[in-house]
């Protein structure tokens, strides 16, 4: 049900090796890993969305809402769905999220050309829901239409690049918690979002890259170092500064490079894939006469 160019792994690893790398600390228990968890959510927080994993999923909608997914984060598209074929008996039967995965039966077009073919037009693509558990096809649909946030919190909870943002529809969706409303009564909407890093097994994810990890690993040992600073005695209180000095300078070092490493994308790619985006979105909005 993953939906994301970009590989992310489990960050134990890297939580392992910096207990190794200071496990005189550990054994004599002047710290602990209890808030690496947090601290490495700092450290994404820091790099946005750019660091986050994205994800697919349905939600159905009845009587107006539906249900988040439990990693939600924050909105990258969400679409209103069409030519909803129930395969089961019981299309009105309840199902969690976890429980599905999403194949994209759309035919593959390798189409290279700077405008967009109807093969990936976005209208086109076409999805089944599978149970994980039975293999069985519950229903399959198409794209609609995007939705256009409802209200201010809406848009706050979508990503600046969301194609939500740049269009009016007849239909809207507002958040609230752990519930999403929309005005459609009874239907299923196709969102793709960006997670909160956690994994099915609730292990914390961090994206593959080289860069990255390292500036969570030295923030994580900044942040041991200044807990040991703050509780440091008189006789070690300046060993304990001079640690976390250059363990601070360390971490902004590396933060400086995961930033330039995370947005390095050359003008003629960023063009190319500029010009794309707009050719295969052109057609959508001259045929169902939205704003742009």
């Keep these: 049900m993953s939906y994301n160019p970009k590989n992310f792994v489990s960050a134990e690893p890297l939580f392992a090796e910096i207990r190794e790398e200071l496990s005189s600390y550990f054994n004599t228990g002047a710290v602990d890993d209890l808030m690496f968890p947090k601290y490495l959510n700092d450290v994404l927080k820091t790099l946005r969305k750019s660091a986050l994993p994205v994800r697919q999923t349905v939600i159905k909608i009845q009587n107006n809402q539906g249900t988040l997914p439990d990693d939600f984060d924050s909105v990258k598209e969400i679409w209103?769905?069409?030519?909803?074929?129930?395969?089961?008996?019981?299309?009105?039967?309840?199902?969690?999220?976890?429980?599905?995965?999403?194949?994209?039966?759309?035919?593959?077009?390798?189409?290279?050309?700077?405008?967009?073919?109807?093969?990936?037009?976005?209208?086109?693509?076409?999805?089944?829901?599978?149970?994980?558990?039975?293999?069985?096809?519950?229903?399959?649909?198409?794209?609609?239409?995007?939705?256009?946030?409802?209200?201010?919190?809406?848009?706050?909870?979508?990503?600046?690049?969301?194609?939500n943002l740049c269009i009016s529809s007849p239909d809207t969706f507002t958040l609230?918690?752990?519930?999403?409303?929309?005005?459609?009564?009874?239907?299923?909407?196709?969102?793709?979002?960006?997670?909160?890093?956690?994994?099915?097994?609730?292990?914390?994810?961090?994206?593959?890259?080289?860069?990255?990890?390292?500036?969570?690993?030295?923030?994580?040992?900044?942040?041991?170092?200044?807990?040991?600073?703050?509780?440091?005695?008189?006789?070690?209180?300046?060993?304990?500064?001079i640690k976390f000095q250059e363990a601070e300078q360390a971490m902004l070092d590396a933060r400086i490079t995961a930033f330039i490493e995370l947005k390095k994308e050359s003008k003629q790619k960023m063009n190319r894939r500029m010009t794309r985006t707009e050719n295969k979105y052109n057609r959508y909005y001259t045929m169902l006469g939205f704003r742009r």
């Design 176 to 241: 609230d918690g752990c519930n999403i409303y929309t005005n459609i009564q009874d239907s299923v909407l196709h969102l793709m979002y960006y997670a909160n890093g956690m994994d099915e097994n609730d292990e914390q994810l961090i994206i593959d890259d080289f860069w990255v990890i390292d500036y969570a690993s030295k923030y994580i040992k900044m942040k041991i170092f200044q807990k040991l600073y703050n509780s440091a005695t008189d006789e070690t209180f300046n060993q304990s500064r």
């Design 80 to 163: 209103a769905c069409r030519n909803v074929t129930f395969s089961i008996q019981n299309p009105s039967s309840h199902y969690y999220v976890r429980d599905i995965r999403l194949d994209d039966v759309t035919p593959s077009c390798g189409c290279q050309e700077e405008a967009a073919c109807d093969a990936c037009d976005p209208c086109n693509k076409q999805y089944n829901v599978i149970h994980k558990q039975t293999g069985v096809t519950e229903f399959s649909y198409s794209f609609s239409h995007p939705l256009q946030p409802g209200n201010l919190q809406a848009r706050n909870k979508c990503s600046s690049e969301s194609l």
